[in-house]
């Protein structure tokens, strides 16, 4: 643990800062992504929501109709995450330039460690400061990044200083600065067990770690063993790097089982997108298309191809989609379920061939210039005819 420099970084108000860098007029203004509130009466909750409407007591989780009775002058907008991870992309590439060693936590949040790198980046806070001016400078958002040599405290440092921030934790002064925080900062410390540890007279995590691993394994089994070593800022989980993605794919389920021909091409096209769109995100391409049918009954069937080429074009995806699909559809056979999967990897930046034809270059640029499109008018903004 003694060599980990593990940093925990977390974009601020991730969604509702894209929406106001993408749009002048909400810059300052409260916005909530989530949910239609219907004037008071919908049903779904808040995504994020900006610090102008965390003023209002806004915040994630909440129902969306509690959001619009606090604060009904608010921007509220629909989600946009093929943007928001277009951007997260953008976000975790930096990342890599620092490091290699970058563990993904959610679409706007992760750990990296920074131990190794310094004859690179110099000392880790002056590579964190780093990191968040590129982000600042290249994506105009910020982060608040926290660094310590043990996981669970990086993150606690993380969410400490937000929004804007970065604060380091010294080994030495570890446990200076976990025993004064309020109990619930530990993972694996929720309503439940914080409650249960009230009865105690357990308010702070100082309170916790003046307790005996016996007396809190009488109350809390192994949690309690848990509980006790993070308390004494004891916590061996280093950073893991994300598994290698094995495939991309998209599935449809009808409302209503269907033997509609061109209604399930036009699916096909569609999920064919939606898998080229996440390859081309991905910066993915593959050479083994497969296609999944269910039918009325739930029997399923699959049926592939492999390429003589590597592929992300839409064209190329639904071209083979359908073939297959040709191959095993019979008249009057109900469908209840289609898919589109995309696998057998390489990077997109890897050239197969020195000559490549004009058509694949002409192929690339349309391409390109619809992800441009969606990037900024959202998923839903230009599709392809079949």
Not at 281 to 298: E, N, S
């Amino acid at each position: 643990m003694s060599e980990r420099i593990i940093a925990h970084i977390d974009m601020d108000a991730f969604f509702a800062s894209i929406e106001q860098r993408d749009d002048p007029k909400l810059r300052g203004q409260p916005v909530v992504v989530g949910a239609d509130p219907q004037k008071g009466h919908g049903r779904g909750v808040v995504s994020t929501c900006s610090y102008e409407a965390r003023k209002f007591g806004i915040h994630s989780a909440m129902p969306i109709s509690q959001a619009y009775a606090r604060c009904p002058h608010a921007y509220f907008l629909p989600p946009r995450m093929a943007q928001y991870s277009h951007v997260s992309r953008q976000v975790f590439s930096i990342l890599h330039d620092f490091t290699p060693d970058v563990e993904p936590i959610s679409i706007d949040e992760a750990f990296f460690d920074l131990a190794g790198t310094e004859k690179l980046h110099g000392p880790a806070v002056k590579a964190a400061a780093r990191i968040k001016e590129r982000i600042r400078e290249e994506l105009y958002l910020t982060a608040s990044i926290g660094i310590a040599p043990v996981k669970m405290i990086a993150k606690i440092a993380s969410d400490i200083c937000k929004p804007d921030g970065l604060l380091e934790i010294k080994k030495d002064s570890l446990l200076e600065f976990l025993w004064p925080l309020d109990v619930g900062k530990l993972w694996g410390v929720g309503p439940k067990t914080k409650e249960a540890l009230a009865r105690m007279n357990i308010f702070k995590v100082g309170d916790l770690a003046r307790l005996s691993e016996d007396s809190l394994y009488q109350v809390f089994g192994d949690n309690g063993l848990h509980l006790y070593a993070l308390a004494h800022g004891i916590d061996p989980r280093g950073v893991e790097q994300a598994q290698e993605v094995k495939s991309v794919s998209h599935e449809h389920t009808f409302e209503k089982d269907s033997d509609d021909k061109k209604m399930l091409y036009q699916t096909l096209l569609i999920l064919s997108e939606k898998v080229s769109r996440r390859l081309r995100l991905d910066g993915l391409q593959g050479r083994t298309i497969t296609l999944k049918v269910r039918l009325k009954g739930f029997k399923t069937y699959t049926r592939a191809v492999t390429l003589p080429q590597m592929t992300n074009f839409v064209d190329d995806i639904f071209l083979h989609a359908r073939t297959l699909f040709d191959g095993l559809y019979v008249a009057g056979t109900q469908v209840r379920l289609l898919g589109v999967r995309v696998s057998g990897f390489q990077s997109a930046y890897v050239q197969e061939s020195l000559f490549e034809d004009a058509q694949h270059d002409k192929k690339e640029r349309v391409h390109q210039a619809v992800d441009l499109i969606k990037n900024k008018f959202g998923e839903r903004s230009i599709h392809r005819a079949r």
